[in-house]
């Protein structure tokens, strides 16, 4: 609906259209004294980023368990990201999210008013503890094939922000990092840079502990419960910091049903989690050949995927489909595979997981050529595209490195008309489209290719769906996540074309 | 303890040391039609090679759950299994098998005379049942320091296999492939062999039912529940093929807690099994590098794959350790890339899958090089060296492909003494050694250096081990698999040297 303009005074939400002004005064000190006057004596938690994570983490510090917190989020105050900070203290979350416990707890915050959004790094100064929640992004370098030409890991940003935090704190602040890092980052870098910068200030530089716990937070339906009820491994630069990250955890996780796990070093618990995600990316990028395969063989791999995920050693066997995509799985095997190269100056990367991202990195392009090679000769322009799902994963609104953005890029370098749905997006901010809920409107014209691009559960047995696509002119149906059932598959084909990747026995 | 000699007209136990002599005129039939009088009207299955898996399906057909089977079964009177044949009818299952259900069902056989072994091929001419339990190999060619050189899927005696079938069956026999094979070789390898066969015979070639389920057959505590309640994959050439290996199936298997699934075909059956092991081959190789890379950032990485492992989407990440061993993970993938060029005339091979394959091959080199370095300069000529363990998997009695082996292979081209435990293996059969499954004497002279080589639960938390090694002048102790506890390495390390490989904290 609404495209947000990009000046630097202003900042749009593109869940509401509202735009605010980016104060000239950068200074936010009387609000967040006056938020803090009415909670006298209870520990204070500032959140460092508002994304994804640090915006529902937030959520979670002001609705602890067994606490009472005044929080901060902190967020900065850009064009792009400043309508957070005002839309989190106008009672909009700025994060589509089918989850409805964060609606419920964001209502709760605001009614305990223990919840107040800032820019001014100032909110540091009476942090009790500080939990870092900014991105580390990787920079990699695709050649429109999708392959990888080079990565860079820039530490600046990150730097910036714990500089930040480091030139504000008391010297016995704890200090959490829950940004996924390169293995080494806590102690290597985090660590230095706040003690240099207390020791600048003439502080204490001993007293601070600095403590190393990864989200596993997963903004779908259980949004809240990816951080309030789910595992966590924590770590300490050293036993003080360890227990005081424990003491602090256990105040907002449900640690008798979800027992928290310590790890000897920061170093462990930060390979941890892009070990864990390199696992799951590894999967993906096991799958690719093998959907080519069971293509060439005329096999079903769905169904041999379903009889293997029967045994319980092999149940996260991954389906093929159109990519990976998200913040984690594109990302975090690189940034391991830089820090052994960078941080423990190793010889070598980590090849075989950086050849798993590689290898996820073309499948988009991949699905394009399968679909331009089944359409057969001919160009694709002025073709009319209708792509299901935008979000990189199914019922989550997320569309941050989802795989269909190169999808949809090719179909537009192709002059194709491509008209979007997806029910958690309504703005694409990638590719800066907007996106409806509703396909019914789509339909009311001639299609000529539909795109399965993402397996939301509202496209699963939708009789609705089905029925309209029934009611068009023949056209060509890809479904790229094998969402398609048997019986829907058989019913399309009787009018229409239906393929499905990574299955070979339709025609 | 007794070394079988290697003549031809005869063939030695390794369990039991009987020599048996291979008689000069193969008739075995008058045998096979004394044992089947006793079992008039029953349908009669032959299992056709009495390995690991057809020593045991054997024993399952003999006790099926809901059909009173007459079991034959067939192996070749060759020095190297000749053996078998007598051992089965003499009472003594031919794998050391941890599980007792193995002893129970020969026992029941015997006492219901409905398991006769033999070597006669005449044996298939009397089968309702026929099924495939013999070996497809890949012939492997590594370098020394494991890297796969080249590799090679003969299928000669596969198909030799499959003709002896062809050249003896009953043209309405029901055929069940269990064997693992490069997909697509039922309809391309077996279905044209048994029809020429059938058809040279005079017989109809549109009667015999082929039908391909794999086995998950693990030879070790739940050997017989392996097959018996365990999940089963079939399908069949063709609708009455796939029905008749179904109603098979149910006569054997636990069907109501373990469901049968069926697939569209028999490649996808094919598909599934070396997919299954190539996952898993791929998820251990995946770990290599990993491991490297804590070694190097001193990191504990068992306990980050502790960690890793709460989760309950990533409870199969896998551990460092020595190696893979064992028939399937070493050979299946490669399966499958030679499938998917010499039967699919595809471009290209399963290249990930292979990688995986060649990983794992150089791992036991690695952990040798690992040693090596760790003990410092200066020859290892003449150490005394116990290794505990020379399985390829813990608790279980199964040295095929065994990663200890090329470990063994180091130490002795190295010219050191070797010591070897097990306690499922009496003769280590590649080696040509024996083993002991009592470490006791081994520790009345001085050791150097002890590796633990195999998980078995039996050195977990062992206190006679710990105690016997502590009496020891200081040594040195590698542990590949990850078994010492820390509080065991805290004692051990007391008087010894102690390093565990994928862990980098231990000096």
């Known amino acids: 609906m609404m495209q947000p303009s990009i000046a630097s005074n202003t900042s749009v939400s593109p869940l509401t259209g509202t735009t605010y002004e980016i104060p000239q005064q950068l200074d936010d000190r009387r609000n967040i004294d006056d938020f803090l006057s009415g909670h006298p004596g209870k520990p204070v938690v500032v959140v460092q980023g508002l994304g994804f994570v640090g915006a529902v983490m937030a959520l979670v510090c002001a609705n602890a368990l067994t606490e009472e917190y005044a929080v901060l989020g902190i967020e900065l105050p850009t064009s792009y990201t400043f309508w957070k900070i005002q839309s989190i203290n106008d009672g909009v979350f700025p994060v589509v999210a089918a989850d409805k416990k964060v609606d419920e707890f964001h209502r709760k915050a605001l009614e305990k008013h223990n919840l107040f959004a800032t820019y001014d790094p100032y909110a540091y100064s009476k942090a009790d503890v500080i939990i870092i929640d900014v991105n580390l992004d990787v920079q990699k370098d695709l050649k429109s094939d999708g392959e990888l030409l080079c990565y860079d890991v820039d530490l600046t940003n990150f730097r910036k922000a714990i500089e930040a935090v480091g030139n504000h ?29 207390l020791s600048k200030r003439g502080l204490a530089v001993d007293k601070f502990r600095l403590g190393h716990s990864y989200e596993r937070v997963m903004p779908g339906p259980d949004y809240v419960d990816s951080i309030q009820n789910f595992f966590r491994v924590y770590s300490g630069i050293d036993d003080v910091s360890a227990l005081a990250t424990e003491r602090f955890l256990r105040t907002i996780v449900s640690t008798e049903q979800y027992p928290l796990t310590r790890l000897g070093s920061t170093s462990a618990t930060e390979m941890a989690k892009v070990l864990e995600n390199s696992f799951r990316a590894m999967n993906i990028a096991f799958m690719v050949e093998w959907s080519r395969f069971a293509e060439e063989a005329g096999v079903n791999l769905y169904e041999v995927v379903a009889a293997i995920r029967m045994r319980p050693t092999h149940r996260n ?9 998200g913040y984690c799985l594109t990302k975090d095997p690189l940034l391991a595979s830089w820090a052994r190269q960078h941080l423990f100056q190793s010889g070598e990367g980590l090849s075989e997981s950086e050849q798993g991202v590689r290898i996820n990195d073309k ?63 309504n703005f694409w901010e990638e590719t800066r489209r907007t996106v409806s809920s509703d396909y019914e409107a789509f339909f009311a014209d001639r299609l000529d290719i539909i795109v399965i691009t993402t397996a939301h559960s509202g496209y699963t047995s939708s009789a609705r769906l089905i029925k309209l696509i029934l009611q068009q002119e023949p056209l060509f149906i890809l479904d790229t996540v094998g969402l398609l059932s048997e ?12 393929r499905v990747i990574g299955r070979g026995d339709l025609t």
Request: hydrophobic share 40%; glycine share 8%; net charge negative.
């Open 169 to 197: 704190c008391n010297e016995d602040v704890l200090i959490l990092v829950e940004t996924t890092v390169p293995p080494g980052t806590c102690q290597m870098i985090v660590k230095p840079i706040i003690t240099e910068c």
């Open 487 to 498: 019986h829907e598959i058989d019913l399309l084909s009787q009018k229409h074309r239906v």
């Open 363 to 425: 499948m988009p392009v991949y699905a394009y050529e399968f679909l331009k090679k089944w359409i057969g000769p001919g160009s694709l322009a002025g073709s009319r595209v209708l792509l299901l799902g935008v979000s990189y994963r199914s019922d989550v609104g997320d569309t941050r490195y989802s795989p269909v953005e190169r999808f949809f890029d090719c179909l537009i370098a192709d002059g194709c008309e491509v008209l979007l749905h997806d029910y958690y997006v």
């Open 317 to 325: 066997i991954m389906l093929p489909g159109i990519g990976v995509g």
